[in-house]
């Protein structure tokens, strides 16, 4: 009975870290958005769209 106790709290321990460490990277983790287009691209845009 001891032994399973063992193994189940070392299960649980890997587990707890392992989700920790999951948790942090995707937080840590740089979004990154696309820049504006120009104000060339934009003047461009405008008359093909008249």
């Known amino acids: 009975m001891t032994t399973v106790f063992i193994i189940g709290a070392i299960t649980f ?18 979004h990154t958005i696309d820049e504006r287009p120009s104000e060339q691209n934009d003047s461009i845009e405008k008359t093909h769209r008249q």
């Open 13 to 30: 321990i890997i587990v707890l870290v392992l989700s920790i460490f999951t948790i942090n990277k995707g937080y840590a983790y740089k």
